[in-house]
């Protein structure tokens, strides 16, 4: 099956050959899954042939190492709410668990699609993934302490736990209620482990 640039979603910019490529790669991977998206469709969706691809990218593999780095730097998830300023710590902890938007509800997480569909620890996106759920983690632990909790790296891993499933579940059966079911799950967690707090 092949998919024209108009019907891809990606529009034909002026943007160079590598740019485009990443930019289609975001798009297929995420919506189609990476093994359903195929060398030739990826070359032909980004305007290039499949030669400047491999020329750019090496291979396959590499490509999909490039879309994961920049999802996971740039793509809106809830996990951007730990990185909010205007918020305190207790606050992004429990920011996390909001209905984030129907498109995530659908696909989900893309760090998460591909580490499902990722099982060779030797490909090159299997570090990636390793590193921005390791980062995540850390992230929640740090939030954590920041907050006062008397044992932030359990109610960090608590937290993980809790936010991974609800984002898995959420991917499963395509719709937004497994947030609902994790925020008073989440809050009563928190609220637990930090101090008596009337943010909370």
């Known amino acids: 099956m092949t998919i024209n640039r108009a019907a891809s979603g990606v529009p034909p910019d002026r943007r160079g050959p590598r740019e485009r490529i990443l930019a289609t790669a975001c798009t297929l991977f995420y919506r189609q899954?990476?093994?359903?998206?195929?060398?030739?469709?990826?070359a032909e969706v980004a305007g290039v042939s499949k030669r400047t691809l491999y020329k750019l990218f090496g291979s396959k593999d590499d490509l999909v190492a490039a879309y994961l780095t920049w999802m996971s730097e740039h793509a809106p998830t809830n996990e951007q709410y730990l990185r909010r300023t205007d918020l305190a710590?207790?606050?992004?902890?429990?920011?996390?668990f909001g209905r984030p938007s129907s498109a995530v509800a659908v696909r989900g997480c893309s760090i998460h699609n591909a580490a499902v569909e990722i099982t060779d620890p030797r490909h090159p996106g299997s570090a990636v993934i390793h590193a921005h759920k390791e980062g995540f983690l850390r992230q929640l632990?740090?939030?954590a302490a920041q907050?006062?909790?008397?044992d932030p790296e359990t109610l960090g891993h608590q937290l993980f736990v809790l936010f991974e499933g609800a984002t898995a579940l959420g991917t499963s059966i395509g719709e937004l209620a497994s947030y609902d079911y994790a925020r008073p799950i989440a809050h009563a967690l928190v609220s637990e482990a930090l101090p008596a707090s009337p943010e909370l």
Do not use: N, W, Y
């Open 33 to 42: 899954g990476i093994h359903a998206t195929g060398v030739e469709q990826l």
């Open 147 to 150: 907050a006062g909790a008397g």
């Open 141 to 143: 632990v740090d939030t």
């Open 89 to 96: 710590p207790g606050e992004r902890l429990l920011a996390l």
